[in-house]
């Protein structure tokens, strides 16, 4: 903001940090959006534990790539500018979550759900770690990760007996 700025000074510096936030959004939203499609290309016959390990790759994709790193900036303007932080929430984050939704959907569809799930409590499940390891811990992000919380993220939400993905090895 321009200190002083009044009248149509305020309100161009107003409508110029309008038009960087939208832009900002939307750049995000659309290079998510091209990750996430990957996941929604999967054969739903694979079963609820691989469409989970895809999706937990994608996000790995985006969270390992300048993405991850642009977000982890992002994180401390959310809190300071509204505006930015609900251009966000609207065009990345509640997106990705109906996306996540439609999938758990499907899942229960085919009897692999827990009844009674709280798809928001999922979400955060399953998003909750990757941001944790971006923005507090500095923990790897790396395929290990995403592999094992796919696997706990499964046997939280599947119910009893849904065939579980295959051993894990080491090696080859």
């Keep these: 903001m321009v200190i002083g700025a009044s009248g149509p000074a305020r309100t161009m510096v107003s409508l ?6 939208t832009a900002i959004a939307g750049g995000l939203a659309r290079s998510v959006r091209s990750l ?17 390990k895809a999706l937990v790759v994608v996000v790995l994709a985006g969270m ?15 809190a300071r500018n509204p505006q930015l932080a609900d251009a966000f929430r609207s ?8 996306e996540l939704y439609e999938l758990l959907d499907r899942a229960a569809l085919r009897g692999e759900l827990r009844p009674g799930l ?52 080491s090696s080859p």
Excluded at 146 to 164: C, E, F, H, K, W
């Design 118 to 169: 709280d798809y928001d409590v999922v979400a955060d499940l399953l998003y909750g770690p990757f941001y944790s390891r971006l923005l507090f811990t500095g923990q790897a992000i790396d395929l290990g990760m995403a592999d094992q919380l796919a696997d706990l993220v499964v046997r939280a939400i599947a119910v009893q007996g849904s065939p579980a993905p295959g051993p894990r090895r």
């Design 64 to 78: 390992g790539s300048i993405l991850g790193a642009f977000m982890a900036g992002l994180v401390g303007e959310l």
């Design 91 to 98: 065009t990345l984050v509640q997106p990705r979550r109906r």
């Design 16 to 21: 110029r940090a309008s038009c960087e936030t």
């Design 36 to 52: 996430v499609l990957v996941t929604f290309s999967i054969s739903p016959a694979i079963g609820l534990a691989w469409t989970l």
